[in-house]
């Protein structure tokens, strides 16, 4: 991490073209890893690779309905999401995974530079670096980004939003119709990252609380001179209202769009869809499972397959059944924890598998060998290897994010630096606790710890400038490094 922030202020004293220079060379390795080892999707990657390649190749949605190729993809309707969006990918290119695999690498590449712009608003250009070569070295990410997981781009759109977000600080009045375009391309950004991850509605609530209980950096606010003379900032009544007005719209309109979800995905796709209760009950009924510690559920699955596969069912009297499999199988989980009492054992084994550093490995390993067997030719001192490589950076992370969150405990100079570590620290810990809360109830699996990434790298930058200003040396930029 030493050597990762000293690299960082090189970067940061130098024109950013060197910086952009430098994460092109470095995505080269992943181009490498591509060309050498074959795609062969596997579980949920498969079934983007299937949807999305048999839609490219002209197959209609209700075709691959009713020759069965859906299978319940229809009450988890973001897999429809994922390949559709492939499926354009693949008709503006060419019909290959490896299509999806560049643009990943791509998409990750752009997603960096937005976390060393966001970063560097909050805490300076020297953590802004730090953070961006963090997040693009980490080795669990830089493997998994060579794969064709949606996760690259849901990162990208959540950055993106942040982004958008912090433009409606800038405005004056709601007249200005750029302030309507940033408000239209928020809910755009918000409502395609919801359908691609429901999870989230964490981001939803991270920015209504930025927005409101941000703290006031001085941009385009009044200077008001008190009696004694000191001078302080006077936000004017339209600039203090209209972000929270804006978020409050912003929000509004995405919870409509999200209840009308089923209807407008039927008319699209053209085949039966589940309401939301559905796909909620269902990542409960996981989520709280204690057999398998909040992960998928072969036995779950395998019931509902069944009743699926019966000839004669309707797909409304399918969706009821489902839903009541679903709500027993939460009822016999809460009622197993009350009686045996062992939350604390329950959310343990849960994070435990949440939170595995070598879950990139695993996903590349099962995503590329050619067959089952192969899974067994990997040498265990590749596997111990493979983990120590990715589980030592993430410690390291998690120690700079206790200290960034201990620096907030200091009395600090009132001023717009320390206002915006503030609002640094506002909006990532409420996503980080956010998406700490929501897992404990749903399905949970090793590559859905990419959601607290963002937070932890911009947490734990701010907890690497303290850190270095402690053993001396002072990392709190000059004013025009500042920005």
């Known amino acids: 991490m030493v050597m990762l922030w000293y690299l960082g202020e090189w970067f940061a004293k130098r024109f950013t073209g060197w910086f952009v220079a430098f994460v092109g060379i470095m995505s080269i390795p992943k181009l490498i890893l591509i060309a050498m080892f074959k795609l062969n999707p596997q579980s949920d990657m498969y079934s983007y690779s299937v949807l999305a390649g048999s839609r490219a190749n002209g197959d209609l949605w209700s075709w691959m309905y009713h020759v069965g190729v859906l299978d319940l993809d229809n009450i988890f309707p973001h897999v429809l999401h994922i390949a559709d969006f492939y499926n354009i990918l693949f008709r503006i ?71 958008l977000i912090l433009r409606l600080f800038k405005y004056g009045n709601f007249k200005d119709w750029r302030l309507w375009g940033d408000i239209f391309l928020i809910i755009v950004v918000l409502f395609f990252a919801e ?39 006077k936000p004017r009544f339209v600039e203090l209202w209209l972000p929270k007005i804006a978020i409050v719209l912003i929000i509004g309109a995405c919870f409509t769009l999200r209840q009308i979800q089923p209807q407008i995905d039927r008319f699209y796709f053209g085949v039966p869809i589940a309401s939301n209760n559905v796909g909620e009950a269902y990542t409960l009924a996981v989520g709280t499972n204690p057999k398998t510690h909040g992960v998928y559920s072969d036995a779950l699955i395998n019931r509902i397959e069944l009743f699926n596969h019966i000839n004669g069912k309707s797909e409304g009297q399918k969706f009821i059944y489902f839903n009541s499999v679903f709500k027993k199988q939460i009822k016999d989980n809460l009622n197993y924890h009350h009686v045996h009492r062992d939350w604390d054992k329950f959310v343990y084994s849960k994070y435990e598998s949440l939170m595995k550093p070598a879950y990139a490995f695993t996903e590349f390993s099962e995503n590329t060998r050619s067959n089952d067997k192969q899974k067994q030719l990997i040498p265990r001192q590749i596997v111990d290897t493979a983990t120590n490589l990715m589980t030592a950076p993430v410690v390291a992370l998690l120690l700079l994010v206790v200290i960034g969150l201990l620096s907030q405990l200091f009395s600090k100079k009132e001023n717009s630096k320390t206002a915006k570590d503030r609002n640094g620290i506002l909006l990532t810990e409420t996503i980080m606790l956010g998406f700490f809360i929501l897992f404990f109830g749903v399905e949970v699996q090793g590559r859905y710890q990419i959601s607290f990434y963002i937070p932890w790298i911009f947490i734990g930058s701010l907890g690497m400038r303290t850190l270095m200003g402690i053993i001396g040396h002072p990392s709190i930029l000059d004013e025009h490094d500042r920005r």
């Open 93 to 163: 290119s060419v019909n290959s995974n490896t299509v999806v695999q560049y643009f990943n690498v791509m998409i990750s590449a752009l997603t960096t530079f937005l976390v060393l712009g966001l970063a560097a608003r909050f805490f300076g250009r020297r953590a802004g670096m730090f953070a961006a070569l963090v997040f693009f070295l980490q080795p669990s990410w830089y493997l998994y980004t060579t794969l064709i997981g949606i996760e690259p781009v849901w990162l990208f759109c959540q950055l993106a939003g942040i982004s």
């Open 195 to 233: 359908n691609i991850q429901p999870l989230s509605v964490v981001l939803f609530i991270a920015f209504f609380c930025f927005i409101w209980f941000r703290f006031h950096e001085g941009r385009r606010e009044h200077l008001a001179i008190g009696v004694t003379g000191t001078i302080s900032y």
